[in-house]
């Protein structure tokens, strides 16, 4: 089975540090990277994606790195506020055959940032 | 934007009934949505993928019988957990899929609705 392997579990930040989460895939079927923030009893919402020919985006306070010869990506969060505080997914989408569009999500973290 | 809602938002039911959750695309149209199970402090997982006017295909594992899905439009499918029991309590999470193209790009991406509390007593 395909998998996303997504660290750490949870994370604690002070207002206004850097948030890490990083993720890394096993295959490379995938050809989109995108990340989602979730609220408590909330569905997931699209914070930033990334295609695996760009090594790096970044919108705002978010930032994407995508290292595609060690099959790693990650979010940077700068500048992160108490809003930040939410649980962070990082996925991948396949990208053809019987399983194409299908996303296979990471194991979440867990962001509380402490004002 | 692209907005997917569930209704119900949450339910609770007695053991062996049937519930059924609606998953909307509002402002789009959609032949392909997703359904997702959560449970607590867990991450996503797809049950079976819907397509409009046709069977759904569902992830190994997922009884189809259990979990019955109708997608009649493109702007609605139905899950349908049929006898649910306790351990049937989940998050359950639909997504729309977009397709088109853009500024030159392709683009596929999946909005998710809020997501629906189903507790089985």
């Known amino acids: 089975q395909q998998q996303v392997k997504q660290s750490p579990q949870s994370l604690i930040v002070q207002k206004g540090g850097i948030s890490i989460i990083n993720c890394a895939y096993e295959?490379?079927?995938?050809?989109?990277f995108p990340w989602y923030q979730q609220f408590p009893g909330k569905g997931p919402a699209l914070l930033i994606a990334i295609r695996p020919d760009v090594s790096e985006k970044k919108e705002g306070r978010f930032t994407i790195s995508f290292n595609k010869s060690a099959k790693q990506f990650s979010l940077h969060i700068m500048d992160s506020q108490p809003g930040d505080s939410a649980t962070y997914f990082c996925?991948?989408?396949?990208?053809?055959?019987?399983?194409?569009?299908?996303?296979?999500f990471g194991q979440g973290t867990i962001l509380t940032v402490h004002p | 934007g692209a907005v997917v809602s569930q209704h119900p938002s949450r339910v609770i039911c007695k053991s062996g009934t049937s519930v059924k959750i609606e998953c909307r695309s509002l402002d789009f149209q959609a032949t392909t949505m997703f359904w997702y199970r959560q449970f607590p402090k867990q991450s996503l997982m797809l049950m079976a993928t819907?397509?409009?006017?046709?069977?759904?295909?569902?992830e190994q594992g997922v009884e189809k019988d259990k979990f019955l899905i109708n997608h009649a439009s493109l702007t609605l499918s139905t899950l349908t957990v049929t006898s649910a029991h306790p351990e049937d309590s989940s998050f359950y999470i639909c997504?729309?899929?977009?397709?088109?193209?853009?500024?030159?790009?392709?683009?596929?991406?999946?909005?998710f609705g809020p997501g629906t509390r189903l507790t089985v007593l």
């Open positions: 819907s397509n409009e006017g046709s069977k759904a295909t569902y």
């Open positions: 997504s729309a899929r977009v397709i088109g193209l853009a500024g030159g790009y392709s683009y596929n991406e999946q909005f």
């Open positions: 996925a991948a989408r396949n990208a053809g055959g019987t399983s194409y569009g299908k996303l296979t």
């Open positions: 295959n490379t079927a995938f050809d989109y």
